[in-house]
């Protein structure tokens, strides 16, 4: 006689698996007729499900409905061809195929011996896109440095501040708390994750100096030295800064080279955030927008903005991985083993701020293995000669402006008549459902955002926005 389960079968597992393969693939297939942005008012999803939970299993086949019929209409299509708002987060068929794996595996990799090849894989990977990109070598394991997958760019500037806080303080900070005197600096066009940073780790934000800009919305580094000195002389203890490689309003690039001269004039840790724009280093023309990594202490990039690798997966480096394991290091009796306490192995979990992680850098192996340097290369190049086709329709058309420099897959610009008009714009445009994009303020101006990075977009498609872009205005 069995045992009684409610456990999904192998053979029932192959053919539902076989079914929401063949769903995702007509997805992928039609996701261009799509409505980018989702229809749906708010409450309007949630209306559609039912109010409490089955009491009885359902069959798959209604669960896989309920996808087309009450979530689809409600998500944004991040993965379609016609999506150009904010940065990618874009996927790919291999990257899906490693996750799947990666889901079905089931690893909690927090210790090298909880599954040696969930850590061992992710050291080669991180150590392969050194190379790929062109990083300072200071970043490979086989040095003091070395590389993790975090979930998110955030995380990972966290993780910097607090690695840079315990060393300035002498890890007293760890112990005792914050004493008020710590500050950090960034830009004032870095992402709002720095803030939060300074918010957790327990820095202020009043202890966060944003930075003016010049310009290109590019950090001013004379502007940074001088209030370093301010606050030095104020017997404050600058700590911590982060400069931006790609910023999120206007892809700027911050001058890394003065700004890493004086991070260490002053011994203070250097950040660099690349978040989506280190992906385009694996073009070597294109690693002019790293010159200067060379005098970082961390470098983060997010592989799951432009590199074709779903979300989450964020690479993470470190020029000297003992001040980070210091920082993060705690190691309670039930995680003791002879492998951790051999030194010979990485635990990852003392690199990051969570216990538990998944096996994310299958998913990064599985799509540098199908696509080679080679075809990642394509397609970065590709999409950056389609965002500098868009900036020349741009620039040929009189009703609209450029408002900052385009080095890559970003083109900021706006319509002449003013920020009513383009706010206006953009909401037609968007509401039509024939494409997405988003908008910012640059010097207090309304400036929409078109970035081309999903892992579909052609020619076809960025023509067919800047028709629309042109339609819209036209009605204005």
Same mark, same amino acid.
């Given at each position: 006689?069995?045992?009684?389960?409610?456990?999904?079968?192998?053979?029932?597992?192959?053919?539902?698996?076989?079914?929401?393969?063949?769903?995702?693939?007509?997805?992928?297939?039609?996701?261009?007729?799509?409505?980018?942005?989702?229809?749906?008012?708010?409450?309007?999803?949630?209306?559609?499900?039912?109010?409490?939970?089955?009491?009885?299993?359902?069959?798959?086949?209604?669960?896989?409905?309920?996808?087309?019929?009450?979530?689809?209409?409600?998500?944004?299509?991040?993965?379609?061809?016609?999506?150009?708002?904010?940065?990618?987060?874009?996927?790919?068929?291999?990257?899906?195929?490693?996750?799947?794996?990666?889901?079905?595996?089931?690893?909690?990799?927090?210790?090298?011996?909880?599954?040696?090849?969930?850590?061992?894989?992710?050291?080669?990977?991180?150590?392969?896109?050194?190379?790929?990109?062109?990083?300072?070598?200071?970043?490979?394991?086989?040095?003091?440095?070395?590389?993790?997958?975090?979930?998110?760019?955030?995380?990972?500037?966290?993780?910097?501040?607090?690695?840079?806080?315990?060393?300035?303080?002498?890890? *007293?900070?760890?112990?005792?708390?914050?004493?008020?005197? $710590?500050?950090? @600096?960034?830009? &004032? %066009? =870095?992402?709002? +994750?720095?803030?939060?940073?300074?918010?957790?780790?327990?820095i202020g934000l009043e202890n966060l100096r944003l930075i003016e800009v010049d310009q290109q919305f590019a950090m001013r580094p004379e502007v940074?030295?001088?209030?370093?000195?301010?606050?030095?002389?104020?017997?404050?203890?600058?700590?911590?800064?982060?400069?931006?490689?790609?910023?999120?309003?206007?892809?700027?690039?911050?001058?890394?080279?003065?700004?890493?001269?004086?991070?260490?004039?002053?011994?203070?840790?250097?950040?660099?955030?690349?978040?989506?724009?280190?992906?385009?280093?694996?073009?070597?023309?294109?690693?002019?927008?790293?010159?200067?990594?060379?005098?970082?202490?961390?470098?983060?990039?997010?592989?799951?903005?432009?590199?074709?690798?779903?979300?989450?997966?964020?690479?993470?480096?470190?020029?000297? *991985?003992?001040?980070?394991?210091?920082?993060?290091?705690? $190691?309670?009796? @039930?995680?003791? &083993? %002879? =492998?951790?306490? +051999?030194?010979?192995?990485?635990?990852?979990?003392?690199?990051?701020?969570?216990?538990?992680?998944?096996?994310?850098?299958?998913?990064?192996?599985?799509?540098?293995?199908?696509?080679?340097?080679?075809?990642?290369?394509?397609?970065?190049?590709?999409?950056?000669?389609?965002?500098?086709?868009?900036?020349?329709?741009?620039?040929?058309?009189?009703?609209?402006?450029?408002?900052?420099?385009?080095?890559?897959?970003?083109?900021?610009?706006?319509?002449?008549?003013?920020?009513?008009?383009?706010?206006?714009?953009?909401?037609?445009?968007?509401?039509?459902?024939?494409?997405?994009?988003?908008?910012?303020?640059?010097?207090?101006?309304?400036?929409?955002?078109?970035?081309?990075?999903?892992?579909?977009?052609?020619?076809?498609?960025?023509?067919?926005?800047?028709?629309?872009?042109?339609?819209?205005?036209?009605?204005?």
């Open positions: 006689m069995s045992e009684k389960s409610y456990h999904m079968t192998p053979a029932q597992f192959r053919e539902y698996g076989y079914a929401v393969i063949d769903w995702i693939a007509d997805y992928y297939k039609g996701i261009g007729t799509l409505p980018v942005l989702s229809q749906v008012k708010p409450g309007e999803v949630r209306q559609t499900l039912t109010p409490g939970a089955p009491r009885k299993g359902e069959a798959f086949t209604a669960i896989l409905h309920d996808m087309k019929a009450v979530i689809l209409p409600g998500v944004t299509h991040w993965q379609s061809p016609n999506f150009f708002a904010y940065f990618p987060a874009n996927a790919s068929g291999p990257a899906i195929l490693g996750d799947l794996l990666s889901s079905a595996l089931g690893v909690q990799g927090m210790l090298w011996a909880t599954s040696p090849a969930c850590t061992e894989l992710e050291t080669c990977v991180l150590d392969w896109l050194v190379s790929m990109l062109g990083l300072p070598e200071k970043f490979l394991s086989t040095s003091k440095g070395g590389g993790v997958i975090q979930d998110t760019a955030s995380s990972s500037s966290l993780c910097a501040m607090l690695a840079g806080r315990e060393r300035a303080t002498n890890y *007293r900070s760890n112990r005792q708390g914050c004493d008020g005197r $710590l500050v950090a @600096y960034t830009s &004032n %066009q =870095a992402h709002s +994750s720095l803030e939060k940073a300074a918010m957790v780790a327990g940074l030295a001088r209030q370093i000195a301010q606050d030095g002389a104020a017997g404050l203890v600058p700590f911590f800064v982060s400069a931006t490689v790609g910023t999120t309003s206007s892809n700027a690039l911050d001058p890394l080279p003065a700004i890493g001269a004086i991070c260490r004039k002053n011994n203070i840790w250097f950040h660099v955030d690349a978040a989506m724009s280190g992906t385009a280093a694996l073009c070597p023309e294109l690693r002019y927008i790293q010159d200067g990594l060379d005098l970082a202490d961390s470098y983060t990039f997010n592989p799951h903005k432009w590199m074709f690798t779903n979300f989450d997966c964020n690479c993470f480096y470190v020029a000297d *991985r003992k001040a980070l394991i210091d920082t993060l290091s705690i $190691l309670p009796e @039930y995680l003791r &083993n %002879q =492998a951790t306490e +051999s030194g010979a192995v990485f635990d990852y979990r003392d690199w990051h701020i969570p216990l538990g992680r998944r096996f994310r850098s299958l998913k990064l192996w599985f799509v540098i293995r199908h696509y080679g340097v080679e075809g990642l290369q394509f397609h970065v190049r590709r999409h950056v000669e389609l965002a500098q086709q868009f900036l020349e329709w741009v620039r040929q058309d009189d009703r609209f402006e450029v408002a900052a420099p385009a080095p890559l897959n970003l083109v900021c610009f706006r319509h002449r008549g003013g920020n009513e008009r383009n706010t206006m714009l953009m909401d037609r445009l968007n509401t039509s459902g024939d494409l997405y994009l988003t908008h910012t303020r640059l010097n207090g101006k309304v400036t929409l955002r078109f970035c081309v990075g999903q892992t579909n977009t052609t020619q076809m498609h960025v023509e067919n926005a800047w028709k629309r872009i042109q339609e819209e205005a036209g009605k204005l």
